[in-house]
């Protein structure tokens, strides 16, 4: 069992250029998450899905674009990339239950943007 | 605004000794969970607390939910090195998805340093 993989896992871009980071889960879950982390500055969500179909912004979405066409896969899309994108980005996962869901990380991609 | 407050932001301990972080919203909770991400890795889930003065034990962890709702605490006793590691509470936001939700934000953290 996979559970969350993201890749590449390190990646350095010029500024300007475009790149897109993969998530993918084999747990069935209908909620995946993207998320940047900073020093000091905690986990910050971008865009979120509950479904195929379905995306939505979080609290930093401005410069990257996400689709979800199927269940398994979530792709966030830097369109042209800036150093203040520089950063370490988590995608996330968890089933739908309304009560309240454990979400499951993937092991991070490290973005360097120069 | 929708973060929730976490101190202190680092916390160094010599083995042995407790550990508190706390978590505070000027907004009441619906719920609130705890992470745990050792130094260079993923946030990992802890527990998630849903009821007024709520309070559940993982062995030497401790996590309380306040009767307002408003802040939690996650207390560690006899800190160990493998305790070491930046703790996250997170808070839910309900959305019109049928009621389910999968927007959660992240605190701020609290990077837990531990001399042996």
């Known amino acids: 069992n996979a559970g969350v993989t993201q890749t590449p896992k390190f990646q350095v871009l010029k500024t300007g250029q475009s790149m897109t980071l993969q998530c993918a889960q084999d747990?069935?879950?209908?909620?995946m998450s993207w998320y940047r982390q900073d020093p000091g500055m905690g986990l910050r969500l971008i865009h979120y899905?509950?479904?195929?179909?379905?995306?939505d912004q979080g609290e930093v979405p401005n410069g990257y674009n996400v689709s979800r066409s199927t269940t398994e896969d979530f792709p966030l899309r830097l369109l042209s990339a800036a150093p203040s994108q520089t950063s370490v980005y988590f995608c996330?996962?968890?089933?739908?239950?309304?009560?309240?869901?454990?979400?499951?990380f993937g092991e991070g991609s490290w973005l360097t943007v120069v | 605004g929708q973060q929730v407050m976490q101190i202190p932001q680092y916390q160094h301990v010599q083995e042995g000794e407790d550990f508190t972080t706390y978590c505070n919203s000027s907004?009441?909770?619906?719920?609130i969970q705890w992470y745990k991400q050792r130094p260079g890795g993923h946030p990992v889930f802890l527990i998630q607390?849903?009821?007024?003065?709520e309070v559940k034990k993982q062995k030497r962890l401790t996590f309380q939910f306040g009767e307002a709702k408003k802040n939690s605490s996650l207390h560690i006793t006899a800190t160990q090195t493998t305790d070491v590691g930046t703790y996250f509470c997170?808070?839910?936001?309900?959305?019109?998805?049928?009621?389910?939700?999968?927007?959660?934000?992240f605190g701020t953290g609290t990077l837990l340093a531990v001399q042996p």
């Open positions: 996330a996962s968890s089933s739908n239950r309304i009560s309240g869901n454990t979400i499951y």
């Open positions: 747990m069935n879950h209908e909620y």
């Open positions: 899905s509950v479904g195929a179909g379905i995306t």
């Open positions: 907004t009441t909770l619906s719920n």
């Open positions: 607390l849903v009821k007024s003065g």
């Open positions: 997170a808070r839910y936001f309900n959305l019109n998805y049928g009621g389910a939700t999968n927007k959660l934000i």
